[in-house]
């Protein structure tokens, strides 16, 4: 269990499926960030800004952890995320009310556009005050759960990320090439950027035909190639826990299990 769920998860196993973490009472309380999130092109400057930062305090040994406890804390005020898998993905959305497309900021970020992130809450409403000529549309649960079905089967993993612990704004979608969070988690060293999942994967070695396609899904270096048995290998100590392995397995080898069963409860 990580460290949000064992403060908000509340009744629930884990704090993304706490309803009160979609609350408009919760949202309207953190209004003052989820407007500075919701404008992209001021949100764009401070991540830049923030990351650069800290990525400049590294270079100095003496005050390198403190850079690292300050970047966490501001994730944590700010916008961080957590990965999770296509079916938690879909639970999540029947407790959002209103999942609206918006674009990609990571992609935005590198000159590309692409909408595949899924916000909600009072996002969508600030998105459009502070954006008001950009694209966005309000979609059904239903078209929503086939977007992020697509998206999977695309190979883009799944984040769920907060404005301000514990309140849910979006299911963003997204690649290791753009993804911000990505880049702050395993370049600036920053956990909260991208906690990993609540769950790991395990390869049945009898099943497993060798095909090599859950290599070149994962994008978070956990799955290789045993040679000497011609079959995948999961480090669970890398594992995220996204679960496109498994959605991409056309023999069903691959199965998804909660990170607290394993060795990997260690490896946040």
Not at 32 to 53: Q, R, V, Y
Not at 61 to 87: C, D, M, S, Y
Request: aromatic share 8%; charged share 25%.
């Amino acid at each position: 269990m990580c460290e949000i769920c064992k403060k908000h998860a509340g009744q629930k196993s884990t704090w993304y499926f706490n309803p009160k973490n979609y609350s408009k009472e919760m949202g309207e309380a953190r209004k003052e960030i989820l407007e500075k999130i919701a404008d992209e092109i001021e949100f764009e400057k401070s991540i830049i800004t923030d990351f650069g930062t800290i990525e400049s305090l590294k270079t100095v040994p003496v005050v390198k952890k403190i850079a690292q406890n300050l970047g966490e804390r501001v994730l944590k005020e700010t916008q961080g995320g957590q990965v999770i898998p296509l079916e938690d993905a879909i639970k999540v959305l029947k407790l959002c009310e209103n999942p609206t497309i918006l674009p990609c900021l990571c992609r935005q970020m590198a000159g590309e556009e692409k909408y595949c992130c899924l916000n909600f809450g009072l996002i969508p409403e600030l998105y459009k005050k502070a954006n008001p000529d950009e694209y966005m549309e309000e979609v059904s649960l239903t078209t929503a759960e086939r977007l992020l079905r697509d998206w999977d089967k695309e190979g883009l993993y799944h984040v769920i990320l907060w404005g301000r612990v514990p309140y849910v704004t979006c299911i963003c979608n997204c690649t290791a090439s753009y993804c911000v969070a990505y880049k702050g988690r395993y370049e600036s060293g920053l956990q909260h950027a991208l906690i990993k999942g609540e769950y790991v994967v395990r390869v049945n070695q009898e099943k497993c035909r060798g095909c090599k396609t859950c290599l070149t899904r994962c994008q978070f270096g956990a799955v290789s190639f045993n040679v000497d048995h011609g079959k995948a290998f999961v480090d669970i100590r890398k594992c995220t826990g996204c679960g496109l392995c498994m959605s991409g397995c056309s023999n069903n080898a691959i199965q998804i299990i909660e990170r607290q069963l394993t060795p990997a409860k260690a490896f946040w």
